[in-house]
Every structure is written in structure tokens, then in C-alpha cells.
């Protein structure tokens, strides 16, 4: 059975662009969905499904639609964060083949 590994997480912020339980499920469908959206139709521009107001008041947190400029910003340990959770699901994603890998703080 899986389990999940220790993370670095990164320190002072409240949330990422969706919720943990979205974020472990759907990352990679994401930022495919990044990449065609800012490379087919120029929109660099994400509205995350969080709702951070209330029910009567929504409010939905905009985001660039980048891996480099967005998520590496927060996550800036490759190492600590994106390794340790691929090692342990045992899959070897392609995203350094073109990004820049971070190196942490």
C-alpha cells in the first residue's frame, strides 16, 4: 500500500492553487492543461475551484498558468517535495526535460 511521504512544504503561505486531496490526484492533468491553455489559446491565466470567501460571497484566487513561475515559486526544493512523492509512487515525470529544476532556497 502506498504512503505518503514526508514533505517539505513551503513556509508562510495558506494554500496552493487547488486543495491537497486535487493537488496528489490531479497535478500532472493540470498542468497539461497549463501547458495547452497557455500554448493553444495565449490564457495565462488560472481561476482556481477553491472558493476562499463564503457560500453567499465567493472568491476564487487567480494564478499564472506556469509550472516555473507558479509552483516552483512555493515548492523551491525539487529534492524535498516533487522526488520524494514520485520516488514513492514509483513515477518518473518529464517536466525537467524542458524546466528548470529548482535547487531550494
Not at 36 to 61: K, L, W
Not at 72 to 94: G, I, L, Q, R, W
Request: negative net charge; charged residues 30%; hydrophobic residues 30%.
Amino acid at each position: 500500500s502506498y504512503t505518503a511521504p514526508e514533505l517539505a512544504l513551503p513556509e508562510g503561505l495558506d494554500s496552493c492553487v487547488e486543495s491537497t486531496e486535487f493537488m496528489r490526484r490531479e497535478h500532472m492533468q493540470l498542468l497539461d492543461d497549463w501547458r495547452d491553455q497557455v500554448v493553444r489559446d495565449a490564457n495565462r491565466v488560472y481561476v482556481s475551484t477553491e472558493n476562499f470567501g463564503t457560500e453567499d460571497a465567493p472568491v476564487y484566487r487567480m494564478y499564472e498558468a506556469s509550472l516555473q513561475n507558479t509552483c516552483m515559486d512555493c515548492h523551491t526544493n525539487k529534492a524535498e517535495f516533487c522526488d520524494k512523492c514520485h520516488a514513492a509512487a514509483s513515477v518518473e515525470p518529464y517536466c525537467w526535460d524542458c524546466h528548470i529544476e529548482p535547487k531550494g532556497n
